[in-house]
């Protein structure tokens, strides 16, 4: 059933956020609960040139001042590295001939990637923690608009509709989620976590840092679903620390700030 039509057959409707949704849903809303979507797994498959990253590509020099850190390596043998110069950090991707190249010339070249966000892939066996928000009468056709532009224009998003379990186990309810589909052409799909991380570490869009929309969500669950293993949101957040960790500038000691200070 298209959400129109479900739409004209109540005045009320539940929305599942299970991304940038559960700590920014930006609509009015009548309540919210938390709960979770079973039959999905939450991804950062999906890309993002707009919210969180940018279309433009960037050429990068990076002078004999400049920090570098070792970030990642994969078994093909590509590794990259961070670049702090002028108050930013940089990801750069290169292979041993342009290792030598970077130490010999202090100099190198990288492009910005669109950001990695969350999308949910079928999964029978998994389940997606999140929040489910509530909207009654004119607030149905606001969110849907509001959500519209957000979701589906600028982030590529489709729609469905999905059974939602709150907490507690009672009283589920059928509600409309948006999920990103590999045949959107800003889909990304898998890779490495170090990969993923290398990506988030470095890109920001129209509505802040990617690192900022990881930390949200990793700390929603932290707070909201304690007993909940995520076990792909939270290595990514890891692999992003452990590409800070050499930082000796960055002082905080929770993960969360730590990160935060970063953008
Ligand atoms: N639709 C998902 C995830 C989608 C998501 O995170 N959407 C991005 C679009 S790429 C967004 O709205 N970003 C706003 C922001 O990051 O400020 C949700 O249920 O939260």
């Not at 001042?65 to 590794?79: H, I, K, N, W, Y």
């Not at 009468?137 to 939602?164: K, P, W």
Request: aromatic share 12%; hydrophobic share 35%.
């Amino acid at each position: 059933m298209k959400p129109q039509d479900i739409i004209k057959e109540k005045s009320s409707l539940w929305i599942f956020g299970y991304g940038s949704l559960v700590w920014k849903p930006d609509f009015e809303h009548k309540r919210r609960k938390i709960g979770y979507i079973r039959g999905y797994k939450r991804r950062f498959w999906h890309g993002d040139d707009f919210h969180r990253g940018d279309k433009e590509k960037v050429r990068f020099a990076a002078t004999p001042g400049t920090q570098v850190f070792p970030a990642d390596s994969d078994p093909l043998g590509v590794r990259s590295c961070i670049f702090r110069c002028r108050l930013q950090y940089v990801v750069v991707k290169y292979e041993a001939f342009s290792c030598w190249l970077l130490s010999s010339y202090c100099r190198c070249f990288c492009s910005l990637q669109p950001a990695r966000v969350v999308t949910l892939i079928a999964d029978e066996e998994a389940c997606t923690w999140g929040v489910a928000y509530e909207v009654t009468e004119c607030q149905v056709e606001a969110s849907l608009q509001y959500l519209n532009m957000r979701e589906v224009v600028q982030g590529g998003y489709i729609t469905e509709m999905v059974e939602f379990i709150p907490k507690d186990g009672h009283g589920s309810v059928l509600s409309l989620v948006y999920i990103a589909t590999p045949d959107n052409p800003i889909y990304l799909g898998p890779a490495s976590d170090g990969e993923i991380a290398a990506q988030i570490a470095i890109c920001r869009g129209n509505t802040g840092h990617n690192i900022e929309y990881l930390v949200r969500l990793a700390e929603f669950m932290r707070h909201h679903c304690p007993e909940v293993e995520d076990e792909h949101l939270f290595s990514i957040e890891t692999a992003v620390l452990n590409i800070f960790s050499n930082c000796r500038e960055l002082r905080s000691n929770d993960r969360k700030s730590l990160l935060l200070e970063v953008i």
